[in-house]
């Protein structure tokens, strides 16, 4: 088995015979049912492989997907223009990095599609491409767009650039609701809905389903995939921890498992963490390895938010949605990031109770954040920090570490 540790790129995996988790079926189901598409989920989730996917699927490459559910349920595979801005690939820190990966992207596309010299701005030219891709193709634009938010999230503790950031893009993204007619689907992902810079309220009519119940398991693995495609890795893993497949599956599922993007959904492991272990055939926290977000951190140090009430907080969608309030509760944000999670809901008051996804995550945060809401000294040790995690699970703490 070749695990596909770090690739994003559909064509790569397909073609190089990498393990892949087929979420097709669940991508015909999107393509066929909207237009305009909001997808949130934390970091090393799978997000920018679902969007390479899109990309091959709209430019109706199908050799990719033979085997695969899609290839059954898609009759037509059509090919259509496609515009791919992925805004991982740089360091935001002024307001000219912005601009030169929007420039980049623009250069290629109207290489491809042509110019107008009277287009002078970034949404000028973004309405001009859009157009004329759909004329000269004779198919309407799909536009796809990774991470959305990491500009504004890099920039999130300078107030001034953030407010570039938000300019640019609110009028570059507002492009896409006025040139709905030339456009088949536009789908943005990211690991935050930032409401409060209003990024997208010039584009209102898109389909948030992060919270979605039917596309709960759009990224990620779950135990039913493992279980129907992994089994023999498991079995691999168990032999060499010593320990029987049924206790792996278990280790497996505590260790990685429990991420749930809406109310009674099935458990989402983190592909990452997965995948990096049955590769190593060693469990470990992979997942921190890649380090914490830095506006966690920063989140985290200046807000005023009590510890005791980590776990115990009852919280709506709409705060879930959106992390406008970090200063008082910083909770949407740890949700988003992925190191809290859905445990259970209450459909009389309509509000979510949180949680710890699984023991990888709870041991992170005890480890990297945990700190940044007490005036702790690292040489105090671990096991500090990690009874108070449990005290604070049990409800049996009560005075703050100030």
């Not at 996804?357 to 992170?364: F, H, K, L, Y």
Request: charged share 25%; proline share 3%; net charge negative.
């Amino acid at each position: 088995m070749r695990y596909p540790i770090g690739i994003q790129d559909f064509k790569t995996i397909r073609t190089n015979d990498y393990y892949y988790a087929d979420k097709t079926a669940l991508l015909y189901k999107l393509v066929k049912g909207g237009q305009f598409y909001f997808l949130s989920r934390p970091r090393r989730f799978g997000k920018s492989l679902l969007v390479s996917m899109m990309e091959c699927y709209f430019k109706g490459e199908r050799t990719l997907f033979k085997g695969l559910a899609i290839d059954q349920l898609e009759k037509e595979w059509l090919s259509y223009p496609v515009l791919h801005l992925d805004l991982n690939a740089e360091k935001y820190t002024t307001p000219e990095a912005l601009a030169s990966i929007l420039n980049r992207h623009m250069a290629k596309w109207e290489k491809a599609y042509g110019k107008d010299e009277n287009e002078d701005t970034l949404s000028a030219r973004f309405s001009g491409i859009i157009q004329r891709a759909a004329e000269q193709t004779g198919k309407k634009v799909v536009i796809l767009v990774d991470e959305y938010d990491k500009p504004l999230l890099q920039a999130f503790d300078n107030k001034e650039l953030q407010e570039d950031y938000r300019a640019t893009l609110k009028a570059f993204y507002g492009v896409e609701k006025s040139m709905g007619a030339y456009i088949q689907m536009a789908f943005f992902t990211g690991v935050t809905k930032l409401s409060k810079v209003s990024v997208f309220s010039d584009l209102n009519n898109l389909a948030d389903i992060s919270m979605d119940h039917r596309y709960a398991e759009i990224c990620g693995i779950t135990e039913q995939e493992i279980r129907g495609d992994l089994d023999e890795e498991v079995g691999k893993l168990a032999e060499r921890c010593k320990i029987t497949k049924d206790a792996c599956y278990e280790r497996l599922k505590h260790t990685y498992d429990g991420y749930h993007f809406d109310a009674d959904t099935v458990g989402v492991y983190n592909p990452f963490s997965l995948l990096r272990t049955l590769d190593s055939q060693v469990f470990k926290d992979y997942w921190f390895e890649t380090g914490t977000p830095t506006i966690l951190a920063e989140a985290l140090k200046k807000g005023n938010y009590h510890l005791e009430e980590l776990l115990q907080e009852e919280v709506t969608a709409d705060l879930l949605g959106s992390i406008d309030s970090l200063d008082v509760n910083p909770l949407p944000l740890l949700y988003q990031s992925g190191y809290l999670t859905i445990k259970s809901y209450d459909e009389r008051f309509h509000t979510y109770k949180l949680g710890f996804p699984n023991d990888e995550v709870e041991r992170g945060f005890t480890q990297f954040l945990l700190p940044f809401f007490t005036c702790l000294n690292p040489t105090q040790g671990p096991s500090f920090v990690t009874n108070f995690v449990k005290d604070v699970e049990k409800g049996t703490r009560r005075t703050p570490l100030i």
